[in-house]
């Protein structure tokens, strides 16, 4: 079965502090993203991941590619207010077929 | 930029209506998709089409058909709208197998079965 599991789902920190979103698939994939979503609004992209050990950086946000582990982190530094989103992962499992399984999302709240 | 618009914001229906949610996107993207968001869930694709008149079903079809007549135009048909059916469905576009390209989103259409 193809699965996608994103921890932790509820995610409360406060200004200034660092954390880690974890995101676990079931089987073998190469390619991983990352999505924005704020209250109301649509999806917005943030990273593509395509390879092992792929790292891209945006801002306060890194996220990571470990295709051996089958894990990607998204790492917020020194986070700030209006990083307060869900944060989505999906993964194509078949390269080619255009299909995304998505995460169940992880809600961040950041605290002043 | 990538521009992906949906019909309706907000729509109510009862309960056996036939129901359309149109989305048109301007970007010339072969792929189309049609997802459904419920909380706890995260986004479940519901079909999705990779050219003029093809479409393959996602992991949640029962229920939904889909047409796409024009390159630019998806639609999801709900042919007998039940209460479950109550959700926030998304839509998306992207260019097909082009490495590095993510998947652009809709609005988002909230419809509440009555």
């Known amino acids: 079965e193809l699965k996608v599991e994103q921890n932790p789902l509820f995610l409360s920190m406060q200004e200034g502090k660092n954390y880690t979103i974890y995101c676990n698939y079931s089987?073998?994939?190469?390619?991983l993203y990352w999505y924005r979503q704020d209250p109301g609004k649509s999806l917005e992209s943030l990273f593509v991941?395509?390879?092992?050990?792929a790292v891209k950086q945006e801002g306060r946000l890194m996220a990571s590619l470990d295709t051996k582990a089958r894990l990607s982190t998204l790492h917020i530094t020194a986070a700030v207010h209006d990083l307060s989103a869900t944060y989505f992962c999906?993964?194509?499992?078949?390269?080619?077929?255009?299909?995304?399984?998505f995460g169940t999302g992880t809600r961040l709240t950041i605290i002043p | 930029d990538v521009k992906v618009t949906q019909s309706s914001r907000y729509l109510v229906k009862r309960t056996g209506e036939k129901v359309f949610l149109e989305c048109v996107q301007d970007?010339?993207?072969?792929?189309m998709f049609w997802y459904r968001q419920d909380p706890g869930l995260g986004l479940r694709l519901i079909y999705f089409?990779?050219?003029?008149?093809?479409?393959e079903k996602g992991d949640i079809p029962e229920g939904y058909s889909v047409s796409r007549e024009k390159k630019e135009r998806f639609s999801l048909i709900l042919e007998s709208a039940s209460t479950n059916q109550t959700s926030m469905y998304l839509c998306?576009?992207?260019?097909?197998?082009?490495?590095?390209?993510?998947?652009?989103f809709g609005p988002g259409t909230r419809l509440l079965v009555l």
């Open positions: 998306a576009s992207s260019l097909l197998s082009v490495a590095e390209e993510t998947q652009y």
């Open positions: 089987t073998t994939s190469d390619r």
């Open positions: 991941l395509l390879s092992n050990g």
């Open positions: 999906a993964v194509e499992f078949n390269f080619g077929n255009e299909k995304l399984t």
């Open positions: 970007m010339d993207h072969e792929n």
């Open positions: 089409s990779y050219d003029v008149k093809m479409k």
